[in-house]
Every structure is written in structure tokens, then in C-alpha cells.
């Protein structure tokens, strides 16, 4: 199975322009507890560079463009992300990177977990072991 799990956003297009809504344990698999966005990205730069212990995470571009790699310990994969309609499912253990933002991108987050610290593997060798066990 492919680490890039895309999924389809409800949209709801007429002649005024585009609405999507997305509903916690309905659109994605989890309950909505937080949403962060990412925005006045620094040209050239990259984020990211960790995995989370229990966190699952939605993102989705909803301005602009910006390519995220997905690593599991034994596979690396790239997605684009363009759509605003896309979202990109993330699960725990899967270290991710997010890398040529556009200027004018908007990443939006929706994640089922509150903000923790504890939850996060910073270091690449560690998130290794921490999925090997
Ligand atoms: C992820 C990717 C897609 C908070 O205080 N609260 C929050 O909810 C978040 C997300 C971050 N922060 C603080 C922690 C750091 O001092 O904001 C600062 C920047 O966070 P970080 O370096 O983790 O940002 P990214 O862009 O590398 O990663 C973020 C999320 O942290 C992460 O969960 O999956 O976006």
C-alpha cells in the first residue's frame, strides 16, 4: 500500500466560486481537535523533519503549491499538493518533509491530536528505532 493516502474533500462549486467543507470522523478519520496552517513560507526552505508518536494528520493546500516526503523507515515517497479539494492523510510513525512551497502557499493542518511535544521523534536515527521495535 502506498504511503500517500490522498483524500477527496467534499466541494461544492457553482457560478460564485468553490466551498469545501470537511467534517471530523466524516471527511477524515478523526475527530478534529486542532487546525494549523502554515503560510509566508521563506523561499527555499524545508519543514518538518519528524514523525509523530500518535498524531494523524490531514494537510491541505489550499493556496498555491508545495511537494511533502513521506518515509515509513523503509520506503520514501513524494506527493505534490496543488488541490485545495486534496487532502493528505498521515498517519503516526511516518516521518515527513515539506519542501518547495510556492510563495503564495497555504498548507492547512487538521490534526486529532492537541499540541505535545512528547508526541513528536525529532531525530531521524531515533524514529528508525522507534519503528524497528
Ligand atoms: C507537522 C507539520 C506538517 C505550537 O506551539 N503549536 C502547534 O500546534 C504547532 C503545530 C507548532 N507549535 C510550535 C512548535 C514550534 O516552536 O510552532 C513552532 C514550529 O513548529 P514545527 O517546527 O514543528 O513546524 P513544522 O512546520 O516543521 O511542522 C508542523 C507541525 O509541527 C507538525 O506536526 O506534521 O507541520
Redesign the pocket.
Known sequence: MSLVELIELPSFVDARGSLVAIEGKCDVPFAIK?V?Y?HSTTLGAS????A?KR?Q?V?VCVSGSCR?VLDDASRREEVFLAKPSIGLL?QHNIW?E?YDFSDNCI?L?L?SE??S?DD?I?DYDEFLMQVKL
Request: aromatic share 18%.
Open positions: 486542532r494549523y502554515l519543514r518538518g523533519f519528524h509523530h498524531l494528520q494537510l511533502v498521515i515527513r515539506m498548507l493542518v490534526a492537541q499540541y511535544e513528536y525529532r
